[in-house]
């Protein structure tokens, strides 16, 4: 009856119970002869992961099904005794397979299984049907089980707006089963159902009364994603904050290039997002998404977002290089995002290579007093920018002041 429910045989020894997870409410039965069906209130939680359905057996509590979505609120347990009374308790868990505490000790009986009568003429439709609105990429039909002995199973059927057909979706299976839960659905869009008796010989209802499901809207698209350029090692995300009610979290999707495909690169709580890169002048595209407590994204924008880490200053290109018999002077061009520049200069003296540093240099200048007849110097020049990020070196520029 139910998508991904697994009947089970094992209880753990010790279930951990987390006193903080809410508790199942409303557990309700409805007994046939060999069958008894359970009823309770669905949790939505963000806490909760499915639910564990227990059978009290000579005083110990086995777990007989293991229920794995949420969303369900019914469930038949089957091949059961006829005439005997069965107790039950529910607990929820979490994703980490923690439990609630118990619901309410509910018990039913099991009746004698009754003769299945013949079915002359036509079975009527389901006497009630409702359709649960909301759900994230789901929708959820729920009507009452029917009373003849000899239905054998539901069929689901579904119509959209812009189509003329009705489409079969699913089969429920077993006269006590009561719902059906329609997944993969598009957001923010009416289905239509209705749901058909089938008995044991099988013989077809009329199709029930059409219910309407309105599946739940994303979250809205983002807007004000902004993407820096200038920032060494790193590209700075920001954004406005999503104004949805049920916000949970943002999700930052990364591209190398546009038209790639864009693979899930981080998530955060914040409207800002540090894409660390130890490169320079690398530049990657983005898109930011909402998503909400049931993990439902908002659009993904038709136009990424573009960022890169500051690049590399130019090295300076001097452009001359002149002596005025005592001392030297040197000239260049800058990049444009330079604050200031440092100078090496290297000569022989005495046989020996040496070498001297000039920092804090502000202009695209500078004169070197210190030099001597008949030496010859080699200079290079560096760009700092206002992050401390150094360029590499100008090509080196040899001049020699003359002894005459």
Known sequence: MISGCTKTLDTPKEPVVD????????????????DIGFEWTPIYSNQIEGYYLYRIEGGRMKKVATIKDKYVSHYVDTKLNPNTTYSYQMSAYSSSKHESAPSMRVSATTSTPAVKA??????E????????????????????PHSHPNVESYIIERNEYKSTSWDE???????????????ELQNDYVYRYRVIVKTSDGKRSAPSQVVEAHTKPAPKSLVGVKATSDLPKKILLSWEAATDADFSYYKIYRSPTSGLFYSFYGKT??????????????????????????????PQPANPVVGMTRPVL??????????????????WNGDENAIKY???????????????????????????????????????????????????????????????
């Open 169 to 183: 979706v699913g089969t429920v299976e077993g006269r006590l089963s009561a719902e059906f839960i329609d997944k």
């Open 125 to 144: 439709p389901v006497s009630f049907i409702t359709a649960i609105t909301g759900l994230p990429a789901r929708a959820k039909i729920i009507w009452r």
């Open 118 to 123: 013949p079915t002359l003429g036509g079975i």
């Open 314 to 331: 130019n090295a300076p290109l001097v452009h001359s290089a002149k002596h005025d018999g005592r001392s030297i002077f040197l000239t």
């Open 342 to 404: 440092s100078i090496t200069k290297e000569f022989k003296s005495a046989g020996e290579t040496k070498q001297q540093n000039f920092t804090g240099i502000f202009e695209t200048n500078f004169q070197d007093s210190d030099t001597q007849v008949g030496v010859s110097y080699k200079y290079n020049i560096i760009a700092i920018d206002k992050f401390g990020m150094a360029s590499k070196p100008s090509d080196s520029v040899m001049i020699t002041i003359p002894k005459e």
């Open 269 to 298: 709580h914040s409207t800002q997002f540090e894409d660390l890169i130890n490169d320079n002048g690398k530049m990657y595209y983005y898109k930011i998404v909402a998503v909400d407590r049931d993990g439902l994204e908002s």
């Open 19 to 34: 006193a903080s997870l809410p508790v199942v409410e409303n557990l309700k039965t409805l007994a046939s002869g060999t």
